[in-house]
């Protein structure tokens, strides 16, 4: 008989070159927003009024950014990281086309580089992934790396291929928006700072803070069909030196966005991703805080900016001392992201 269910990729089973085409393309709907607003707090305008977005030119209010990143991730799992002990980073992403409610994201990979961890029983996978809706328009693009484990340990090691990636997505080529601000409301937005307001170095504590329950994170994963075992066997995971699930990286990133609100309200759609981290675990019961730096900001014209915005989450510990990395340059304990990105924001003038 043969094996009906399938038990995942292992490291060994990764080669330089293959493109995985994910299964279950996924509707996304209003409903999956509304879950999405509930599980992460977020308050972002552009994505919670229909009006508001009308009055820059949409036809209504599209998916977070973020939403859709995770959905289409989520599509990635069971062919990348069901056997993952962690997800390790991201680079060059690509925001390139608004999603809306009604539709229908699906996902394909190809994998750019695999190179084997000194231990012999685990390896990092790279892989570049493409989101594409139900006209075959692709609506995002990012790189990621993930540690996978090794099915047979005594199995040598295949050459190592790193890829190499851009320290950030070039100005230039950052995506184009589909619409204008005429009528862009910064009361309603909930702030009055537009593009000008911000200053390259300027650091900001988003002051707010959540704290994550176990239901909430489980329910935020299966949302989005991640099925890494990670995040969903206690059993298993009990028997680990963590002792318990760990929360999926995206959990974190959506929560420190949210929190980014308070200082970065009208910053609302992420365009790119230049570099991204998951430096430290995070459990149930943990507090998240929230800071940002802005690195750099350009003129993308037509009354329209971007800043590039470092987004440095926390567990319990408050952002006023803005706490990122020690003497050595290494991450303190208690930093748990390390997200750097492009965010479009309005002008004033």
Known sequence: MTLKSDPGNFFEDFVVGDELIHSTPRTVTEADAAIYTGLTGSRYALYSADSFAQDIGLGGAPIDPLLAFHVVFGKTVPDISLNAVANLGYADGRFLAPVFPGDTLRAVSEVIGV??????????????????????????????????????????????????????????????????????????????????????????????????????????????QNTAKVHFNQYAQSQTPRGKRLIYGGVVISLARSIAFNGLANAAEIIAINAGQHVNPLGSGDTVFAWSEVLDKVDLGDGLGALRLRLVATKNLPCGEFPYKDAEGKHLPDVILDFDYWAAIPNRG
Not at 129 to 144: A, F, I, K, P
Not at 164 to 191: H, I, M, N
């Open 115 to 224: 190179k084997e961890n000194s231990n012999g029983k685990t390896g990092v996978v790279y892989v570049r992934t493409h989101g594409y809706n139900q006209e075959d328009e692709e609506v995002l693009s990012y790189v990621r790396w993930v540690m996978v484990n090794k099915k047979d340990h005594s199995k040598p090691a295949p050459e190592a291929v790193v890829p190499k990636l851009p320290a950030a997505v070039d100005p230039r080529d950052l995506p184009k928006r589909g619409y204008t601000l005429g009528d862009y409301d910064f009361t309603l937005a909930g702030s009055p700072f537009g593009f000008e307001d911000y200053q390259i170095g300027e650091k900001i504590d988003h002051v707010d803070a959540f704290t994550v329950e176990e239901a909430e994170h489980q329910i935020a994963t299966r949302l989005y």
